[in-house]
């Protein structure tokens, strides 16, 4: 890794510092307080759930809530973590190069010797390291939320879970770069790019729903999301998505590269 | 073998869809020289540097810096200058000496260069948040990130904007300084007052077009000149009418006012002959100077 990337990655993770916590908090606690109560309201929640239509127990990836793994999943993994980290993508490579731009910061950088393409390269790397730290310290809290509840959550299940985000965080960063070649307005970039998050998160839901329309789930990186807790990773799925993601990424900076940037 | 020109455009040319950017502007700034590139808001001076620095893509037309293409090799041009943006920005949370220490990185530079000697210099702060300081404070952060490397060729978009009127001078002593170290300079105002005290060539933009690229002593002789003249004797002020230059003469009171428009060398000889008890010629402003070219060229 050249300096020039080095330097650049440091800068947005020094200047995204506060956001590791800001994010990796309350979701770490959110997913330690699932942990927690999963002893005291196992039994209750089990009979509800058998309740429930298979269709829409599979549509939610609820399925059995028979251990706090499958708890955990249901409840945080399947739908508040990936959409935060989606969102939490999106708005870090909009700040590192839209943001960037509007506060003049992207000017003084291109005084320097330094191409468009790594300074988009260094957004969409720094990016993946936040979304990694912010995972690390959600299951780290969640760990701790087992440990003192005495909820037995397997630690490596448990990591296997917050890792299966992260591939799809990393899509939605790759989104963000090839939005921003085409504008370099911080709203317009985190807004189109959330309601794709969204929308795809929807269109799953669709398909998981109506088998009739299942097809569409492929236009959705929902459909490869999976449980990585229940299931561990899967790693073509896992590679795919991170493969897209950086695709993505180099298309980004080749419209930035193209583009002008206005004063 | 003479050096590639710091600055060499030829019909540099950037149009906005139907609306008007810059239009082929040709123009060349050669190493160690001062350029003043003066034209009021929106007349394209931003546009132009923009285009320079490859922020924006021409339509048609070309420019190189040091020989090299400005949309090609612009890495390689860069690191050879600095640039101060008009308006200054960086974020507000970050200090100068957390740009500086990433620009210097960027550069492959150690340390700071002369960074806190300018800034002792023009008393900027580098450790506070730019959020936290007044925009000439912010402005002075600028000027040490665009000169703290000792570039080859300064581009600066209204770089005075902001600074009060001390550091104004010692900007302009700096910018003395620079090209006397070699570097070419290259100044976007519209304060007229700081560029006559500084360029030697001017460049007058209007409405995306360079109506004019002058030697700032050329500017200055072109323009005209008040003059008002007492002598002892009175009747002698009648011997500069009809005088080659000499317009708008009035007499009154034993004294003559009027305008010289062109070289003074007639009034003066035709003043020798007689005892002048009082002579005062008033040098215009550049903003006369660029006043009348605008109502000339338009």
Redesign the interface.
């Known amino acids: 890794m050249s ?2 990337l080095r ?2 990655i440091a ?1 947005h993770l ?2 995204r510092r506060r956001s590791v916590l800001a994010w990796g908090l309350p979701l770490g606690l959110m997913s330690a307080f699932i942990v927690a109560i999963f002893p005291s309201v196992e039994d209750s929640i089990s009979k509800v759930v058998d309740k429930y239509p298979s269709g829409l127990k599979e549509a939610f990836g609820i399925g059995q809530l028979s251990n706090v793994e499958q708890y955990l999943h249901a409840e945080m993994l399947s739908l508040i973590v990936p959409l935060a980290l989606g969102y939490l993508a999106v708005r870090a490579v909009a700040s590192g190069l839209a ?2 731009s509007e ?3 992207l ?9 468009r393409r790594r300074i988009c390269a260094a957004g969409f790397l720094a990016t993946g390291i936040e979304l990694a730290a912010v995972l690390a310290v959600s299951w780290a809290l969640t760990m701790l939320g087992s440990v003192l509840s005495g909820a037995g959550l397997a630690a490596g299940p448990a990591a296997a879970g917050f890792a299966g985000v992260w591939p799809l965080g990393l899509l939605f960063a790759g989104l963000g770069i090839v939005v921003c070649g085409w504008t370099l307005r911080t709203t317009i970039v985190t807004g189109a790019v959330a309601g794709v998050l969204v929308s795809m998160y929807v269109v799953d839901l669709i398909g998981k729903l109506d088998p009739s329309l299942s097809g569409v789930r492929y236009a959705s990186v929902f459909k490869y999301y999976g449980n990585a807790i229940e299931d561990g990773i899967e790693p073509l799925a896992f590679v795919g998505v991170t493969a897209v993601a950086t695709l993505l990424a180099f298309a980004g900076s080749w419209l930035i590269d ?1 583009r ?4 | 073998m003479n050096p590639a020109p710091a600055i060499e455009t030829e019909g540099l040319t950037k149009l906005y869809g139907p609306h008007r950017g810059i239009e082929d502007v040709t123009l060349a700034l050669a190493a160690g020289e001062v350029f003043g590139f003066l034209g009021p808001n929106g007349a394209g001076k931003t546009t132009t540097i923009r285009t320079l620095l490859d922020l924006i893509h021409p339509s048609r037309g070309s420019a190189r810096l040091f020989g090299l293409d400005s949309r090609r090799e612009s890495v390689a041009i860069r690191a050879r200058l600095g640039n101060l943006p008009g308006d200054f920005g960086y974020g507000r949370q970050s200090s100068g000496r957390e740009a500086l220490g990433l620009l210097a990185k960027l550069r492959g530079i150690d340390g700071f260069g002369r960074a806190d000697a300018l800034a002792e210099r023009f008393r900027a702060d580098l450790d506070r948040p730019l959020g936290e300081l007044s925009r000439g404070n912010r402005q002075k952060v600028g000027l040490i990130l665009a000169t703290f490397h000792e570039p080859e060729l300064l581009i600066l978009d209204e770089p005075t904007s902001g600074l009060d009127p001390l550091m104004q001078q010692e900007f302009l002593r700096l910018i003395g300084e620079e090209r006397e170290r070699g570097c070419a300079v290259f100044i976007s105002s519209h304060e007229l007052d700081e560029v006559q005290r500084v360029c030697d060539r001017v460049g007058i933009v209007r409405e995306g077009r360079l109506i004019a690229v002058e030697r700032m002593v050329d500017l200055l002789g072109k323009a005209r000149r008040n003059v008002t003249v007492r002598l002892a004797d009175a009747d002698g002020l009648e011997s500069l009418r009809g005088l080659p230059g000499v317009v708008n003469l009035r007499i009154a009171d034993g004294e003559a006012t009027f305008t010289v428009a062109g070289e003074i060398d007639p009034v003066v000889k035709a003043l020798a002959s007689h005892h002048v008890l009082d002579l005062e010629a008033v040098h215009p402003s550049l903003e006369e100077v660029f006043l009348t070219y605008y109502t000339e060229e338009g």
């Open positions: 300096a020039q330097a650049l800068a020094s200047d943001g960037a506060s003049g910061r000017d003084v950088l291109l005084s320097a010797p330094v191409s193209r002008d940037i206005s004063a």
